[in-house]
């Protein structure tokens, strides 16, 4: 089955993306969303403004081998488009899809039904049986929220912590564990999925098909928001490689503050 021939422009440019990076077997959409911005260009006599758009896809790729870094894949995707596309992908190899429809997936079997199918080679992928609702289905999801909630829990806690030196980027570290921590939570509560990729972009656009909890974090139009946002996302590499700087206190305190917020709100969620 080739991609279905209603689908948009920048599907099927996507798809032909995706083919060329790895041996694709079967790819559903899991949701799309079309951003426009305005571009502003001076020139000697006036300001030109230009709208922009901007497409961001989710899909599960199921593929004959594994891929084995989606941050590279995904990265490729982004610069082979253009910029003008941003997929975040979830990945599985046909074996391992397979297998999980066999033993019982309720995250494949929620996709396979519920997304749109964008192309498929042949017939290889059975479509799951009913959702597993037993009682055990139930204590290990409970079970997996517990003790995502102590790790995050754990991390906010630790970065409250009054010290004589406090290190500013130490605290932005600490933060994104336990905003990732969760993350990770909720996308098991709702989808009952464990993602293999933990970059802190993606798991809150994971948490955002299903949830409102990722504004509280997302940067507001304010140079500061977003510079706040952008330490929390790389705070690893800030750490590690931008030794002179140390971000405010304030700033840190601030961030600080939204993850508290953010973790309750994601606690409410999930119970």
Not at 113 to 140: A, K, M, Q, W
Not at 154 to 171: A, H
Not at 218 to 232: A, H, T
Request: charged share 25%; proline share 5%.
């Amino acid at each position: 089955m080739k991609t279905p021939a209603s689908t948009s422009p920048e599907i099927h440019k996507v798809i032909a993306v995706i083919r060329s990076l790895c041996k694709v077997h079967t790819v559903y959409l899991i949701r799309q969303l079309q951003v426009t911005t305005t571009h502003e260009s001076a020139t000697r006599l006036s300001k030109i403004r230009k709208p922009r758009s901007h497409y961001v896809f989710t899909m599960l790729i199921i593929s004959k081998d594994q891929v084995s870094d989606p941050k590279i894949f995904m990265n490729e995707v982004f610069n082979k488009t253009q910029e003008q596309i941003t997929l975040y992908s979830i990945h599985y190899t046909l074996k391992e899809a397979n297998n999980k429809i066999n033993y019982g997936c309720n995250f494949l079997n929620r996709v396979l039904r519920e997304g749109t199918l964008l192309y498929t080679e042949d017939n290889r992928i059975e479509l799951p049986g009913s959702y597993l609702c037993h009682p055990d289905v139930f204590r290990e999801i409970k079970m997996h929220w517990d003790k995502r909630l102590e790790h995050a829990l754990y991390f906010e806690e630790k970065s409250t912590i009054c010290e004589e030196n406090p290190s500013n980027q130490g605290r932005y570290l600490l933060l994104q564990q336990a905003i990732q921590q969760a993350c990770l939570g909720l996308i098991y509560v709702f989808w009952e999925y464990q993602p293999s990729y933990y970059s802190l972009p993606y798991l809150l656009h994971l948490c955002e098909q299903f949830s409102e909890v990722p504004k509280i974090i997302y940067p507001k139009k304010s140079f500061r928001s977003q510079l706040m946002y952008s330490r929390l996302c790389h705070a690893h590499f800030n750490l590690n490689e931008k030794i002179p700087e140390d971000p405010s206190e304030s700033d840190s305190l601030k961030a600080e503050h939204l993850t508290y917020k953010f973790i309750q709100a994601a606690r409410r969620e999930a119970n």
